[in-house]
């Protein structure tokens, strides 16, 4: 199968391009990146495929049937919207787009084109959280009423003054960079359960006198520009979501003055509890004859991203629809958008009350 990574930064290189090469019936024909020597750097080094610039050159050839669209956030409806129309079949990263609205927007055009629109949403490819997915589906926890997200750390800003902290290429900051995959993983292992009402505060503290924030280090500093760029964007966010299934409750950040990352996630039931430590493995509570137990169950991790390139070229052979379908990832995007919308209106926002 003939695909095409378009946007070469950091995530096509260490996601999707190692995992298309990884995978043999899958062949790519072009590297995409307007600017040119990243395009022409990913042919020397994955030793395949034509640099080039424009991606309508990528949509203009028939042979090509799969796009990953790996560009800054601003772009992801623009091109996988484009690309749908042309016939081909795509998987955009997260989030699916700055807003809500332009959410619906590429779900609209998926259903009218009917080719495939999946979502980077990896951790539904994870083996961890799948384990935990079986173990609510089989009602070891029992009923499920709280989860709690925590995507915290100390000073970890991307970027800054880049594409990651102005609202209008990344629609936002950590809720929308990171909160993304937590706020999708309850949402995947509970089952997907209908959005009541949300209420939320994004704050942008830390980082708005870029000249003066202070930090260890930096992830995509190349892209930093502490000088004359941009800071709009919210750098920790806490929230409260009532749904049909359990109350989510959030509290993240790219910077807080707390030296600690604290980057879990708890599942609250009334049979078992479990912690996900966020990217590894995960610990279960409960009671056994009379006694509290703890364990951590040992297993094969096998690469996330892997099993979602391979998902995702297997589900376009055969027609399956998989959970990071836009169709049950438009959830997230409604969460996130609403969240900011308590943020600036300083009030719950009810969507299914």
Request: net charge negative; hydrophobic share 35%; aromatic share 8%.
């Amino acid at each position: 199968m003939k695909v095409a990574v378009i946007g070469c930064g950091s995530i096509a290189n260490s996601a999707h391009i190692p995992s298309y090469m990884n995978n043999p019936e899958a062949e790519i024909k072009y590297f995409c990146d307007i600017i040119p020597e990243r395009a022409q750097k990913a042919v020397e080094e994955y030793g395949c495929g034509t640099a080039v610039v424009d991606y309508h050159e990528v949509l203009n050839d028939p042979e090509v049937q799969a796009v990953s669209v790996c560009t800054p956030n601003n772009m992801h409806p623009v091109i996988a919207m484009d690309a749908l129309r042309a016939g081909k079949d795509v998987l955009c990263e997260k989030p699916a787009a700055r807003t809500y609205a332009e959410a619906l927007e590429m779900q609209k055009v998926q259903h009218e084109t009917g080719h495939v629109l999946n979502i980077g949403v990896v951790n539904r490819f994870n083996d961890g959280v799948n384990r935990i997915k079986e173990y609510i589906d089989q009602g070891r926890l029992g009923n499920i009423h709280h989860v709690y997200a925590s995507f915290r750390a100390h000073r970890s800003i991307p970027g800054l003054g880049g594409a990651f902290t102005t609202k209008a290429i990344a629609g936002g900051g950590a809720l929308i960079d990171w909160g993304v995959h937590y706020l999708d993983i309850v949402m995947y292992c509970c089952g997907d359960p209908a959005v009541k009402t949300v209420s939320g505060e994004a704050f942008c503290k830390l980082g708005k006198d870029m000249k003066n924030y202070t930090y260890t280090s930096m992830w995509a500093e190349a892209g930093s520009d502490k000088e004359n760029g941009v800071y709009d964007v919210d750098d920790s966010v806490t929230g409260l979501i009532r749904t049909s299934g359990p109350v989510i409750t959030l509290n993240g950040a790219w910077a807080q003055n707390i030296g600690e990352s604290e980057t879990y996630i708890d599942f609250m039931g009334d049979k078992a509890g479990i912690r996900l430590h966020y990217g590894s493995d995960f610990t279960l509570y409960t009671t056994e004859n009379g006694a509290l137990v703890e364990y951590t169950p040992k297993f094969s991790m096998r690469n996330h991203f892997q099993n979602e390139i391979d998902a995702f070229i297997e589900c376009i052979k055969t027609g399956k629809k998989l959970p990071s379908h836009i169709d049950t990832v438009i959830i997230t995007a409604q969460m996130m958008q609403a969240i900011y919308d308590s943020s600036e209106q300083h009030r719950e926002i009810v969507l299914n009350g």
